[in-house]
C-alpha cells in the first residue's frame, strides 16, 4: 500500500474497499479484484557487479493489479445465447 502522500494512501484504501478480495487464484470477474499474483520481475535495465561486496544487483517490481472484465452483453448486445451456448 502507498504511503506516497496522505491523499494517495486514502484513495488506495478507498479503492481496495470496493474490490472483491480472495486467494490468488480468485478469478476475475465483473467487479474489480484485487490480485497479487507474480506481476513483476527483473526489470529490462540490467543488473550491475560491485566487486568490493561481489554482490550483483538487479532492480525488481513486484505489484499487484486490479483485474475486471466487462460482460458481454453490456459491452455489445451479445448475450452468450447468440454464440450457441
Not at 38 to 55: I, M, S
Request: proline content about 5%; aromatic content about 12%; some cysteine.
Amino acid at each position: 500500500m502507498t504511503d506516497l502522500t496522505p491523499n494517495a494512501r486514502q484513495y488506495a484504501l478507498a479503492e481496495l474497499k470496493r474490490m472483491r478480495t480472495g486467494s490468488i487464484f480468485t478469478p476475475p470477474g465483473v467487479q474489480a479484484s484485487w490480485c497479487c499474483r507474480n506481476y513483476g520481475g527483473g526489470e529490462w535495465g540490467g543488473g550491475a557487479f560491485d566487486p568490493e561486496t561481489r554482490l550483483f544487483y538487479v532492480n525488481a517490481s513486484n505489484e499487484a493489479r486490479m483485474d475486471f472484465h466487462d460482460s458481454v452483453e453490456s459491452a455489445t448486445g451479445i448475450t452468450v445465447t447468440d454464440f450457441g451456448a
